[in-house]
Structures are given as structure tokens and as C-alpha cells.
């Protein structure tokens, strides 16, 4: 029978399952947020359609709209903007007469004609008690029969404040629209609701019969990326502008709107649908910057001499672009573009069918591409790391912008690479955490073990040096501690402040024991002899420091250690712990600051402890009188920098040295 080699039930995730959980609930987390889409990432969205606008192929217009246009020329030769009424008229009648299918003026006529040809018989105060929209001369009457004369859309303004009590009635034309909505949706309309309106005189709208309002307000950055061809106001709905001037052309009666999702409308013009949003807005496809569409100035529409058609057949709107009159706004490709130029687009895209639309599933549609992607994204970084992951989140977010800017340029659709961007970089981002995280717990973890595995080796080859000598252990153990208090109060001088750290002083002092580790290798006769040692005793005596420092080494070239920090002070300490600070000592002479800090803290730890002690050859000195020996070797045997931190740690030596005679002696008694 097979043994049961399955992971336990309880058992932790292993690394992979845990980056690609991790990558995963945070792509999920991004799509729900997503479909709320709160106001920043509405803003991150205008950004990335204003830059795929930018990038995107644009067409030329049909050629079946015209801008006339009230210039500084046109000014400088008839007046002040607008004209008077009988001149108006034949502005109108001269652009009607060239076989424009319609004309849509981009003004309000909200006042009646003031100028009259002569002033001074005026009387003024029968004027001002005639009603507002009763014409004061003849002049708006003879404008009202130009307009009666057909294909003529005039302008007008919708208001969002609360309704003015002295506001004047309209003569607005709304239109016949059926509103199909799904079922169980209520009889609200899903547009703008508008509380008042500025409009055209009464007598001049009614003899229009046609007329459109001309809002056009930005996003909330300033920028126009859409325009309402649908307002209701009073329970009626009418059209903009340019959708007016459409209508007229076609002549279509059969008008829908069509309520789709929450973020989507449509509107149903004959057998031509447009893409709408939840308000009735149309996304702009803008043909350039400014100036895309054929201009003719109003001067020379007056003066005639125009090609017989470059009004024919087109629709022709009138509208002011010199200084103190135009009406600038701000669009994706341009920061001055004339208001009458917006109307002219909407009339255009209409026209030619080819607007940009944001599909009812689009807020889903990108939901599951930031999934899709967030999946591959997570699948790449769990399986292959971090390298080939981050290639993967490149590659996948070009495909996706890549994309997007295909369907906007191509398909004429918008869908944002925004949240499906930000889930993918956050999962990414999320991912790598989680694995510096993982990596750090087990490298912690690790260090641990390290740290414990080098206590241990400390540990044993201190029993080690016990059970060859029990001095020597027991030596071992209170060298620790005096080193420890004598770096502590050396990391205070300037030369050894940036070298003793916390970290290596806590190194040192754990390593500081294994300095006569050496001493394995000496005979016992040596090391247990009553009596003083022969040179030739002496001699065998010093090789333990190179004993020490070549066990080591043949120890890293085995295990194939190298530039191990440890090992490295471990070899200062054992090596250099007998060198004098005036060259005298061994094993190789070293002088003054070849010998490294280490060496030079336990050599003097060496000597105090050793000479505190009782030996097997000799008494323990007392603790003043090491201290005056330790004293007179300054600058000889020892570093004088070092001999000044220890006269100001010498109490703490006392006590540290009374405490281990105190624990042997109760050991001894054991």
C-alpha cells in the first residue's frame, strides 16, 4: 500500500499558493470596485480616454456641415454682433437661397430688435411698456417671416437652477419621443431635468417651428468630451442644437429612447440608433483640433460671390468666433475650440454615424479583463517569479491598452483600461509584498536557526576546551562577559564608534570564548604543568592561536565557505588575541592598528582574567593589582585607547570576576 503523501488538511500554503491567493483577491477587490466606479477613477478614466484620443486615427468630416462663421471681418464691415433683425434676414435668406438643406444658428434672440433707423422719433417710453416679446419695429417682423420660410433651427438655453417667478413663457419645440424601458422600471425620464430655460423670442421660435438647446457643459475637469442631445424639461423632452438640425434634414418622425442598463441609453432615430449614456449624452468623436471644419466668413456670405455649393445640401451653422463674442471650450485635442465647432461635430458624427459609444456591458466587460489579466499576472508570478512575472505584466498591459485604442479607433468604442491597469499593478505590487514577506519570515527564521546552530558550535567546542581543561572552559565563559561591557564602553570612542555596532558587539561577545580553543592541540602536560614552562614548552605553548585559525580554514575550504563575516572575527580573535600593541607578541608581530579591534579587546580581557585567577602554576592576583599592571602595559602591550575604556569599566570587571568565583566555588562544593 502506498504511504499517504498528501498535504495534512491544516497544513500552511506553500509559497506559490499564497502569491497567487494574494494576486487574486486583489484583482477581485479591484473589479468590485470597479463596478461602483467612484469619482477618482471616473477621473483616471477621462485621463485615458483623453490619451486614446490623442493617439487614435482621426477621420476627416463628411463634408455635410458648414460653419459660418461672425469674424473680425465680418464685424469690421456690418456692426456689432448681432446684427440687426432686416439684416439678419438677409444673412439668412442669402444662405437659404445657396441651397442649404438647413440652417441652425448657434445664438439666442432673447431681446427684441433695439436699433431703429432713427432715434430721435422714437418714443421711448411707449417702448418700454410693450410686452418682451412684442417686436419694436418692423425689422423682427420681416426676421419672423425669413424664419417662417423654413429650415431654419434656432437656439435656445436650459437652466438647472431653481425656476425664475418672473420667468417669460417659451415657444420650445420638444419632441415626439417614446421611451421603451425594461420591465419594471418607472416612468422617470433618465435625463437631465431642466427648471427653466433661456430662449429666442416667442414670435421668432414659433416662426422657426424648429429649435434645439445649445448645452454643452464640460466633465467635471473642464475638459468636453460629450454633449446632451436629449434634456426633459416640464415632462417634455426636446433635442440639442445639431440633433435638431438632423432631424430636419431627414425629415424622421420615428424617435425612441431605448432605456438599457444603469449606464446606458439609446437613441432610435428612423432606422439609425446612436449610443448614449444614462443621461442622454453623447460621446464626442472629435475630427481634430480647431478649424477641422470648412469656415466661410459672414462677410462674404453678405457681399455674395460664393461658389454656388458650398452651402448646397449641407447643413450651415451660423455661429460668432470674433473676439468678445466666441464661446471657447476645452476638448481632448485642443484647449480653444469655438462652441459653434461643437455643435458642428455632433451634426457630423450624427451624420455620419461614426460617434464613439461605451457599450451597456462595458463597466462588466472590463471587470472581467481586470480578472482575466489579474489571473495571468498571478499564475506568471507564482510559477516563474518575480523577473518573468513583471515581463508578463508589461506585456499584458500593452495588449490591453493596445487593445482599447484598437476598439476606439477602429470599432468606435470606449473601454477604459483603467481598473483592469491599476488591478493588474496592485496584484503585481501585492504579490511581490507577499513574497518579500514570506522570503523574510524565512530568512528570519533562518537566522535563527543560524543563530542557534552557532551557539550550539559555540557551546560544544567550549565543552570541548572543559573536558580538556576545565580552567580553560570556565576562562572561556567570563571572557564573554567581559568583553561585552568593555566594547559597550569602547563604541563611545571616536575610532571605534562606527566598527562596534550593536550587532557586532553582541558578535563579538558571543565569539570572544573560542579564543583558546587552540589549546586542543597542546599536550596536557602543558597545559596541567605546576611549574614554569620551559622555552621549548613556551614555544609549543604559542602555536595554539595558529592551531585555532587553521582548524578554521581547513573548515571553510571544505564546507566551501568564503567571506563569512563570522568566521572572519572568529579567525581576529583566535589568531591576533596574544599580539602586542608595540609588535612584541605573537604569533606574527603585528603592530599598533594592523592588529584588528577585536584582538585588541581580548587581549586585554585575556590578560585581566587570567591574571584574576587562580592557575594551577601560580594565586590569583588582586583585582587592583591587574589593574595597575594593565595600566603600565598601555601603548606597550595594549591599545591605550582600549586601557582607557577599561579604566572606566574596571568596577564592573570586579564584579563580573567576584560573581564567577562565587558560582565555582559553588560548584566546586557541589
Known amino acids: 500500500m502506498k504511504p499517504d503523501v498528501t498535504k495534512p488538511r491544516n497544513a500552511p500554503l506553500d509559497r506559490q499558493q499564497l502569491i497567487f491567493l494574494c494576486g487574486l483577491g486583489t484583482v477581485l477587490a479591484a473589479a468590485a470596485l470597479g463596478s461602483y466606479h467612484p469619482e477618482p477613477l471616473a477621473r483616471l478614466d477621462y485621463r485615458a480616454y483623453d490619451a486614446m484620443v490623442g493617439w487614435a486615427r482621426t477621420d476627416p468630416p463628411t463634408g455635410r456641415v458648414v460653419i459660418v462663421d461672425v469674424d473680425e471681418r465680418s464685424l469690421s464691415a456690418f456692426g456689432q454682433w448681432p446684427w440687426r433683425r432686416d439684416l439678419l434676414g438677409r444673412f439668412i435668406a442669402r444662405i437659404r437661397e445657396s441651397g442649404a438643406a438647413v440652417i441652425a444658428l448657434d445664438v439666442v434672440f432673447a431681446e427684441p430688435d433695439r436699433t431703429e433707423p432713427s432715434a430721435d422719433t422714437l418714443d421711448f417710453d411707449l417702448l418700454q411698456r410693450q410686452p418682451r416679446d412684442s417686436p419694436r419695429t418692423g425689422r423682427d417682423a420681416a426676421f419672423a417671416d425669413t424664419l417662417r420660410a423654413g429650415r431654419v433651427v434656432v437656439g435656445y438655453a436650459f437652466t438647472f437652477q431653481s425656476p425664475s417667478r418672473q420667468s417669460s413663457p417659451c415657444v420650445l419645440h420638444p419632441l415626439g419621443l417614446a421611451i421603451e424601458r425594461p420591465a419594471g422600471e418607472g416612468e422617470a425620464f433618465p435625463l437631465f431635468h431642466a427648471s427653466d430655460a433661456l430662449c429666442s423670442l416667442p414670435s421668432l421660435a414659433q416662426a422657426a417651428g424648429t429649435s434645439g438647446f445649445l448645452n454643452a457643459v464640460p466633465d467635471s475637469d473642464g475638459i468636453l468630451r460629450r454633449v446632451p442631445l436629449l434634456i426633459e424639461f416640464d415632462g417634455r423632452v426636446y433635442p440639442g442644437l445639431a440633433l435638431a438640425a438632423v432631424l430636419l434634414t431627414s425629415n424622421t418622425r420615428e424617435i425612441a429612447l431605448r432605456v438599457g442598463t444603469a449606464n446606458a441609453t439609446t437613441l432610435l432615430v428612423g432606422n439609425r440608433s446612436v449610443a448614449l449614456d444614462a443621461k442622454g449624452n453623447l460621446l464626442l468623436r472629435y475630427r481634430g483640433k480647431k478649424n477641422t471644419f470648412p469656415y466661410v466668413s459672414a462677410a462674404d456670405v453678405m457681399r455674395g460671390g460664393l461658389a454656388s455649393d458650398v452651402f448646397r445640401d449641407r447643413i450651415v451653422l451660423v455661429g460668432a468666433t470674433a473676439l468678445g463674442t466666441r464661446e471657447a471650450v476645452t476638448t481632448p485635442l485642443d484647449t480653444l475650440f469655438a462652441g459653434v465647432e461643437v455643435q458642428a461635430t455632433v451634426a457630423d458624427n450624427l ?10 456591458l462595458a463597466s462588466f466587460a472590463e471587470s472581467v479583463a481586470t480578472i482575466v ?64 514577506v514570506r522570503e523574510r519570515r524565512r530568512a528570519d527564521r533562518a537566522s535563527v536557526d543560524r543563530a542557534i546552530a552557532r551557539h550550539l558550535m559555540i557551546q560544544s567546542l567550549l565543552s570541548l576546551s572543559e573536558i580538556r581543561d576545565a580552567d580553560t572552559g570556565r576562562h572561556s565563559r567570563r571572557t564573554q562577559q567581559y568583553v561585552r561591557t568593555l566594547a559597550e564602553q ?68 571544505q564546507v566551501g565557505v568564503q567571506d563569512d563575516d563570522i568566521l572572519a572575527m572568529v579567525k581576529e580573535i583566535v ?35 587570567a591574571l584574576t585567577t587562580r592557575r594551577v602554576y601560580r594565586q590569583a592576583m588582586s583585582h587592583d593589582t591587574v589593574v595597575n ?42
Open 351 to 360: 451624420l455620419g454615424q461614426d460617434f464613439i459609444s461605451r457599450p451597456e
Open 629 to 670: 599592571l594593565i595600566v603600565e602595559g598601555r601603548g606597550t602591550q595594549f591599545d591605550p585607547a582600549v586601557v582607557d575604556a577599561f579604566l572606566q569599566v574596571a568596577p564592573d570587571f570586579r564584579g563580573i570576576s567576584v560573581e564567577y568565583v562565587t558560582v565555582d566555588a559553588r560548584s566546586a562544593a557541589l
Open 575 to 609: 589568531y591576533t588575541h596574544h599580539e602586542w600593541w608595540d609588535g612584541h607578541g605573537y604569533p606574527n608581530g603585528l603592530q599598533g592598528e594592523q592588529i584588528p579591534v577585536p584582538g585588541r579587546v581580548v587581549t586585554l580581557v585575556d590578560v585581566y582574567d
Open 373 to 436: 489579466l489579474g489571473i495571468v499576472i498571478a499564475f506568471l508570478i507564482a510559477k516563474t517569479g518575480p523577473a518573468w512575472g513583471s515581463l508578463g505584466v508589461i506585456a499584458g498591459l500593452a495588449a490591453l491598452w493596445g487593445g482599447a485604442e484598437w476598439a476606439l479607433s477602429t470599432k468606435r468604442v470606449f473601454l477604459s483600461p483603467v481598473i483592469p491597469t491599476l488591478g493588474g499593478i496592485a496584484a503585481f505590487g501585492v504579490m511581490l509584498l507577499a513574497g518579500f
Open 490 to 557: 569602547l563604541s563611545a570612542h571616536p575610532r571605534f564608534r562606527g566598527y562596534l555596532t550593536p550587532d557586532r558587539i553582541d558578535l563579538l561577545a558571543t565569539l570572544a570564548p573560542l579564543h583558546d580553543i587552540g589549546k586542543v592541540g597542546v599536550p596536557d602536560q602543558l597545559l596541567n604543568k605546576p611549574g614554569r614552562l620551559t622555552p621549548d614548552e613556551i614555544t609549543e605553548m604559542r602555536k595554539h592561536p595558529s592551531y585555532a585559525r587553521e582548524v578554521i580554514e581547513r573548515a571553510e575550504r
